[in-house]
Structures are given as structure tokens and as C-alpha cells.
């Protein structure tokens, strides 16, 4: 099938996908040589690329054209059949262990092949309240949603799903698409892939229910899952919100037409130039303005108002409610039997719960709550007079919960955050000065920059600031044997007063500044792009990787006219135990080479460079 028609077919998946009918020709679909190009591409990328299954012999080192048509030809035929996933567990923050399942390279392959086919007919149709593992999206656009339109929330109901990826029902996921897809061989080939089972201490154990974690297409199976959520709680907010806006309350417009008064009478008194009373009635109307700004301007319990808010990321999902606490109650409860009786899974009773938005709750990392900050009060020109006026009360605010905090400095050995003490960490003291300060810088901004929606970001992230500062001064005092205050007085440079270092580098003589809060702007959503990486097929399909393999020009020896394969340059992983400047050097020369079989076999065998020389002294010698 040729690029264009593949093109159009992607295309009329999203139109058809968004007026509700059902879709057929997909497995056809995945006989498309571009489609499987770009699924290429998509998990190439990725920096565990190279991690194996349960074949270690099956890996992205040594992809080509070959092992692609070999793919495509077994899904052609109907004979491919995914491999157990392995299993291997990853600690999680509160001491539990994680289970994620590594597919072999192959399965990866189809995976991003029937992944880049699902999103075509999903991400039309999936809610905007819906913001984990999508194109554009990140926690920052949920966070940043939460910040600009939750204000007035009263309530915030917390529901925590247990064990969410390892209890979705199979049936149930594979009905759920069924009601999209038509096509069963298809929905066959997805249903191969959950039930693939996976290996743990070399023993094979069959999957009853879930997606592991760790599978390229599990992100957009476990989304399409909680869609049905998603529009459930649309439905329901629909019959739940109420009333344009909020009656007014009473007591502030008693004092409302007091100060009007007062004013009308200001200004009759200075037209007949009664100054004097003029000035006492300045006074009442200071007084009527002062209790104004202490009421609420409308009633928070208005009957007749009603509001719900709800937003998504993967499986951690949050609830706002304007209303009464009976009312959150009932909203939770009514939560918990949808996804019992619907989705079959449980709410943790221990996770889960409701919070007065007062008091606040966490939410990806951040504290959510309202009235955190107090009413900012401003002026401006109304019915031809300055009047001042004050910020909505209800404020959604964001905060940075200080667990997080000490948890961070912990896991990066800066030091001590409830004594604010920075402590120097010997292991990085045979790296050089500009490796030190990068990496502090790196570990510095990563912090500000997911923590920098916060409402008092700077002033919450400044303990941590200066513990980091004192790690990486004694951490530079340790490596030249000296004290802080001559690292700070010798070693560092002050440029535009700011401090950093001069190093020379290809380009000349740069300074490298040390990172200051300050340098991260205020209330910037981070790249929505940020948790996955969009793949579409945009123009040519045919990637700048496949056009290599195509060249059939090998890019070490040069010959021509040869199968090539992929190589990929040594993971990380392995080279753990050299020092930071050779990592960092091979990580900055990380990528992938088209070379021939025989030039493959050479770099693993460390004789590529013996082979250059013999080609070129058998060519000097003809």
C-alpha cells in the first residue's frame, strides 16, 4: 500500500472515529511498509531501547530491512505470536515495588505499529479533562487546567483505583474496543498481546487481566479503559451543574448600598461646600468599603448553584466539587459502584477520600487548594470613578508539599532539609569542575521547572536552594581540597553578577553560570510534549534511518550494494562503572549506525578498526 493512500487511510480513521462509526480494514491496515517505518522510529528513540525480553537475543542491535519484512510478513500470514513478557520490579517512593513487563524487540515493533493505528481513532475522540500519555499533553496542562478553572471549588474528592494497570478486565477492554474497531482479526491480534503472559524466575505465568506496564501500546489500552469514566463524568457533571452564577449575599449588599449612600451624600455636601461634613461622611464610607472587602460578595451555599470538576491523568484522577460535603459524598460513592459494576476495579478506602479544598490534597506531585493566598486587592475606573476591588475569594492555588522536598533532597544525597545542612558528595570529586556544575545545575532546574506552577514556588524551593548550593560548593571544596570560602572567593567567577565558571571549549571561552530560581519564568506550562513524544505520519513516511538502510552504503567500510543493518551504540547500563567524562562522552556520541553484517560482528568483536586496516591496505595494495 503506497505512503499517500496509508496517509488518506490515517486520516479518515479520525473522521469516521469521530462520528461514531465502526472501522474495519485495520489489520490490512499493518501490511503498510511505512506504518512500520514509523513504529521504527518511535520506539528507536526511547532509552531503553536496547533493554531485552526474555530473548536476549532479540533487540533493536541488528535491525533491517529484512528482520521489518520478516514482521510484516508473519502478521501477512497470520502466524506471528507475541513472547511472554519479563518481568522485573522497580521500587516506588513509599518502599513497594512496582512490576513492569519488558516485551522482546519485536514485540515492541508491533506494538507501535497497532498503537500508532489506535491513536488514529482515539485521540479525536477522547476527553479534554483526559491529559496522561497523550500528544500535547503533559501534567502540567492537567495542573495548569486545575490552576485557571477550578477557583470556587469547595470540595475535592480523591479516588485512588489499586492495582489499576494490573486489574483491567480483558473482556471488558477488548468489548470496550469493539465497540469502535470491526475488525477481528484486529482486536485478535491485541487480544494475543494481553494475554501473552510473562516470565519470572524462568517460569512462564499467564495473564488473567491488566497491561504491563512497560508495553509500548499499554499507555492508549489503558486510556481507551478509563474513556468510559471519562464520559461518565461528563454526563453526570451536565445533570449535576447548575445556576449561571452564585446569588448575592445579602450582608454585602446591605453594606453595598450603605456605601452608595455615603457617596451620593459626599457628593451633595462638597456641591454646597460643606467640606467638614463632607469629610466625616469620608470616614462612614471608608468603614462601609472596609466591611465590604470582609464579606463575601456572593453566598457559598447557594442551593441553586452548583458546579463539577474533573480532571484525568492515566489512572490518579481528581474530583472538585461546588457543593455540599453530602453531596461530595454521594459523588464519590456513586464513582466507586461505576468502576466496580462497569470497569471491575476497587477504590483503596486507605488512598482515597474528600478534602475541603481549604485543606487541600495531593495531586501529581502538587498541593491543591484553595485560599491559600490572600484577596489582592486593585483599583480601577467604574461608572467614572477609581474604586477598588478585590480578587475572587477560592483562589485555586498549587504548593509543593514539603515531603516531596525532603524525599528529593534525600534521594539526590544533598544533605539534610529539616536542618538545611548540604552535605558533599565524594563520588562526583573525579569529575571536573564544569561536569560538577552541570550536573547540579541539571538536577536544580529539573526541580524548578516541574515545581515552577506553583503560586509560591520560589519562596517553598528556596530551603532546598540553599542546601544544594552548599552541596555543590563542598562538593567542589572536596575535589581541590580547600574550603567554601575559597571555592566561593578563587575558584568561581562572577559575569553580569551572576557566579559560575570559565571553561574552554571547541567554540572558545564560555561562561557556565551557576543556576539561580530565578532564571526559570514565572507560571510556564512545561512542553506538553514533554511525557511521550507525538507520532504521526506527517509527508514521506519513509524516515531518515530507513533511507539509510535503503542507501545500502555501509557507513564504516563503505561498500556498497550489501544488506545493512542497525547498529546501536553501547547502552549506558553497561559502562556504569567508568567515570562521569567517559559516560558523558559516549552518551553525548549516542546513535545508530547503518553498517554491513561483517562490520556489525567486527564492533562487538573490537576489531572494526584491524578490518578498516586490512580493506584499506588490500586497496592500496590493488
Known amino acids: 500500500m503506497r505512503t499517500e493512500v496509508v496517509q488518506k487511510r490515517l486520516a479518515a480513521l479520525s473522521q469516521l472515529s469521530c462520528q461514531g462509526k465502526r472501522i474495519n480494514g485495520l489489520y490490512r491496515l499493518l501490511g503498510s511498509t511505512c506504518i512500520w517505518e514509523q513504529a521504527y522510529e518511535m520506539i528507536a528513540r526511547n532509552k531503553g531501547i536496547l533493554t531485552t525480553g526474555i530473548d536476549p537475543t532479540d533487540t533493536a542491535d541488528g535491525f533491517s530491512l529484512e528482520v521489518m519484512e520478516a514482521i510484516i510478513t508473519a502478521i501477512r500470514e497470520r502466524t506471528y505470536k507475541p513472547r511472554p513478557v519479563r518481568r522485573v520490579y522497580i521500587p516506588k517512593p513509599n518502599g513497594k515495588k512496582r512490576p513492569l513487563g519488558i516485551p522482546s524487540f519485536r514485540d515492541k515493533l508491533v506494538q507501535a505499529a497497532v498503537k500508532i493505528v489506535l491513536e488514529a481513532i482515539y485521540e479525536p475522540i477522547f476527553s479534554d479533562c483526559s491529559h496522561g500519555f497523550r500528544p500535547e499533553r503533559s501534567c502540567h496542562t492537567a495542573l495548569n487546567t486545575i490552576d485557571k478553572v477550578w477557583n470556587g471549588t469547595v470540595w475535592l474528592v480523591d479516588v485512588d483505583v489499586v492495582g489499576y494497570f494490573d486489574n483491567i478486565d480483558h473482556d471488558i477492554l477488548l468489548g470496550l474496543l469493539r465497540k469502535r474497531i470491526d475488525d477481528d482479526d484486529f482486536l485478535k491480534l491485541i487480544g494475543s498481546m494481553l494475554k501473552a503472559g510473562y516470565m519470572e524466575d524462568w517460569t512462564w505465568n499467564e495473564t488473567f487481566s491488566g497491561t504491563p506496564q512497560g508495553g509500548v501500546v499499554s499507555p492508549i489500552l489503558a486510556n481507551v479503559y478509563l474513556h468510559e469514566l471519562d464520559e461518565f463524568m461528563e454526563e453526570f457533571r451536565k445533570r449535576f451543574d447548575r445556576g449561571a452564577k452564585r446569588r448575592p449575599n445579602p450582608a454585602y449588599l446591605l453594606e453595598a448600598q450603605r456605601a452608595k449612600r455615603a457617596r451620593r451624600k459626599i457628593d ?90 481549604r485543606d487541600g490534597t495531593g495531586f501529581l506531585g502538587y498541593t491543591i487548594r484553595t485560599g491559600g ?28 508539599p514539603v515531603d516531596k522536598l525532603v524525599s528529593f533532597v534525600e534521594r539526590q ?116 510534549g514533554l511525557d511521550r513524544v507525538p507520532h504521526t505520519i506527517r509527508g514521506a513516511a519513509r524516515t531518515d534511518m530507513i533511507d539509510r538502510l535503503r542507501a545500502q552504503e555501509c557507513e564504516r567500510c563503505g561498500r556498497t550494494d550489501v544488506p545493512l543493518e542497525i547498529h546501536h551504540v553501547r547502552r549506558l547500563a553497561d559502562i556504569a562503572n567508568l567515570s562521569m567524562t567517559t ?40
Open 268 to 357: 451633595a455636601l462638597k456641591a454646597e461646600g460643606r467640606k467638614d461634613q463632607a469629610e466625616a461622611q469620608v470616614e462612614k464610607l471608608r468603614t462601609h468599603l472596609k466591611a465590604q472587602r470582609e464579606i463575601p460578595s456572593v453566598d457559598g451555599l447557594d442551593p441553586d448553584y452548583r458546579r463539577l470538576r474533573y480532571i484525568r491523568y492515566a489512572d490518579d484522577f481528581l474530583i472538585g466539587v461546588t457543593g455540599t460535603k453530602q453531596e461530595a459524598r454521594d459523588i464519590m460513592e456513586m464513582v466507586r459502584a461505576f468502576l466496580r459494576d462497569t470497569l471491575k476495579l476497587e477504590v483503596s478506602d486507605e488512598k482515597s477520600g474528600i478534602a475541603h479544598a
Open 373 to 400: 493566598t490572600p484577596p489582592v486587592l486593585h483599583t480601577m475606573m467604574l461608572a467614572g470613578r477609581m474604586v477598588t476591588r478585590r480578587s475572587a475569594a477560592h483562589m485555586t492555588s498549587l504548593h509543593v
Open 413 to 528: 544525597r544533598l544533605g539534610n532539609y529539616h536542618l538545611i545542612r548540604g552535605t558533599m558528595r565524594p563520588e562526583l570529586t573525579n569529575s571536573s569542575d564544569y561536569e560538577i556544575v552541570m550536573l547540579y545545575n541539571a538536577v536544580m532546574r529539573g526541580l524548578a521547572e516541574y515545581y515552577a506552577l506553583g503560586s509560591d514556588w520560589k519562596r517553598e524551593l528556596s530551603r532546598v536552594q540553599k542546601i544544594w548550593w552548599f552541596s555543590l560548593m563542598k562538593t567542589l571544596g572536596r575535589k581541590h581540597k580547600c574550603s567554601v570560602a575559597k571555592v566561593v572567593g578563587h575558584l568561581l567567577s562572577v559575569h553580569d553578577g551572576e557566579p559560575g565558571l570559565w571553561v574552554e571549549g571547541a567554540k572558545g571561552r564560555r561562561f557556565v553560570r551557576i543556576f539561580k530560581l530565578k532564571y526559570i519564568p514565572e507560571k510556564v506550562v512545561q512542553r506538553p
Open 583 to 622: 559516560r558523558s562522552k559516549i552518551a553525548r556520541q549516542r546513535k545508530r549506525h547503518a553498517v554491513c553484517r561483517e562490520c556489525h560482528d567486527a564492533i562487538h568483536a573490537g576489531t572494526l578498526q584491524a578490518r578498516l586496516d586490512r580493506m584499506e591496505t588490500s586497496v592500496g595494495a590493488g
